[in-house]
């Protein structure tokens, strides 16, 4: 869907706000949730990241990944609270905010965001069989545990999985499926 996006920001209306904000909540969400452990304090730092791109999107103009230009205002936001935050309201500590990492892993992390969503996005192009079993196997069940959970026999199972992850290796990529295997390995 960010594909559908002008990478133009500057002419940006309404209609693509909401769609990017509709298409990549959940990420940023969760992004944000790796520095900030109150729910309710993510969707304000959500909601103030969105008003400074919406504000800010005629002087922002042509970016390269709308994500990756979010996730680091979202991440900036967050730095800028921790620091305008008086210590004697909420500190480093505070189960509020985590404390901010280095740049390094902010990037971690961002890539880490990026593979899940490839990943899933991926995973809703098999069918609903292999995509159960996939799931099921990420959750730690066994082939013969799959097999009586589906009513299938162990040799299907089997079979489902090996087309499945042939499938995904050529919709990943490399880096991507071996995230994928590290899921389905432990």
Same mark, same amino acid.
């Given at each position: 869907?960010?594909?559908?996006?002008?990478?133009?920001?500057?002419?940006?209306?309404?209609?693509?706000?909401?769609?990017?904000?509709?298409?990549?909540?959940?990420?940023? +969400?969760?992004?944000?949730? +790796?520095?900030?452990?109150?729910?309710?304090?993510?969707?304000?730092?959500?909601?103030?990241?969105?008003?400074?791109?919406?504000?800010?999107?005629?002087?922002?103009?042509?970016?390269?990944?709308?994500?990756?230009?979010?996730?680091?205002?979202?991440?900036?936001?967050?730095?800028?609270?921790?620091?305008?935050?008086?210590?004697?309201?909420?500190?480093?500590?505070?189960?509020?905010?985590?404390?901010?990492?280095?740049?390094?892993?902010?990037?971690?992390?961002?890539?880490?965001?990026?593979?899940?969503?490839?990943?899933?996005?991926?995973?809703?192009?098999?069918?609903?069989?292999?995509?159960?079993?996939?799931?099921?196997?990420?959750?730690?069940?066994?082939?013969?545990?799959?097999?009586?959970?589906?009513?299938?026999?162990?040799?299907?199972?089997?079979?489902?999985?090996?087309?499945?992850?042939?499938?995904?290796?050529?919709?990943?990529?490399?880096?991507?499926?071996?995230?994928?295997?590290?899921?389905?390995?432990?």
């Amino acid at each position: 869907m960010e594909n559908e996006l002008p990478s133009d920001l500057s002419i940006w209306d309404e209609r693509c706000m909401k769609i990017f904000i509709e298409t990549n909540s959940a990420l940023f +969400r969760v992004f944000a949730s +790796r520095y900030v452990k109150d729910i309710d304090i993510i969707d304000d730092f959500l909601q103030e990241a969105y008003i400074k791109l919406w504000t800010h999107r005629k002087s922002i103009g042509e970016v390269k990944s709308l994500r990756n230009y979010f996730y680091t205002l979202l991440y900036h936001t967050i730095l800028d609270k921790q620091a305008s935050t008086p210590t004697h309201k909420v500190s480093i500590e505070s189960p509020e905010i985590q404390e901010i990492p280095s740049d390094n892993s902010l990037f971690h992390h961002i890539v880490e965001m990026e593979s899940a969503q490839l990943i899933t996005e991926a995973l809703k192009k098999l069918s609903k069989q292999s995509n159960q079993v996939l799931l099921m196997s990420m959750e730690g069940k066994s082939i013969p545990e799959i097999a009586q959970e589906l009513d299938l026999s162990i040799n299907t199972v089997k079979t489902v999985k090996y087309r499945a992850l042939k499938r995904l290796s050529s919709l990943l990529s490399k880096e991507d499926f071996l995230l994928l295997l590290l899921l389905l390995a432990y």
